[in-house]
Structures are given as structure tokens and as C-alpha cells.
């Protein structure tokens, strides 16, 4: 079961950035090529997930190297407005909530 959900602001624990859940996967769905030329290797067999990183990149990331966010503020990248309706108390949302 993945920890994070689609909107969750994150912080990498190792790289030391912010970004916003795009996508989770229950584990590594990326090819064997990109897995093998990714500098860290963590186990495949865990939840990863498609990260809009804030400053305008991308990424695919274990769980383990991921923690909450707790600054409170937003993402800075162009598909965050594309994705996401809302910016409420740390978290994005793709809809208006009820």
C-alpha cells in the first residue's frame, strides 16, 4: 500500500528537494535500463512515485527516500495548474472539496 497520495507536497530525504505527488505506483514500474543507470538502486518492490519537482523537473521515486513536507508552501512548476485545482493547508487537490 503506498504512504503518499496524488497531492501531498514531499520532501527527498537524500537530494534534499520539494515536490508534489503526481502518480503513484505500487512498485517500480520503470524499465530495467532506467533502473539500472539510476545512481541508487532502491528496491523495486516498494511504492515509487511520479514527482513534480519544485523548480520545473520531474521524477520517479522510491518511497523509502521520501518524508512529508511540513514548510507549508506551495510548488513551483508548470504542470501543478494543469493537475490540481487547490492549494489547501500544504496539500493540493484535483477538485474543489465539498
Not at 538502486?41 to 515509487?48: E, K, M
Amino acid at each position: 500500500m503506498v504512504q503518499y497520495q496524488v497531492g501531498q507536497v514531499i520532501h527527498h530525504k537524500r537530494y534534499n528537494y520539494r515536490g508534489v505527488i503526481a502518480k503513484a505506483d505500487r512498485e517500480c514500474g520503470a524499465p530495467d535500463e532506467w533502473y539500472i543507470n539510476n545512481q541508487t538502486q532502491p528496491d523495486r518492490d516498494q511504492p515509487w512515485y511520479h514527482v513534480l519537482v519544485h523548480g520545473g523537473s520531474e521524477t520517479y521515486v522510491a518511497e523509502e527516500n521520501l518524508e512529508l513536507d511540513r514548510s507549508g508552501d506551495e510548488v513551483a512548476h508548470p504542470y501543478v495548474r494543469r493537475m490540481f485545482a487547490l492549494f489547501i493547508k500544504g496539500r493540493y487537490h484535483r477538485f474543489c472539496p465539498n
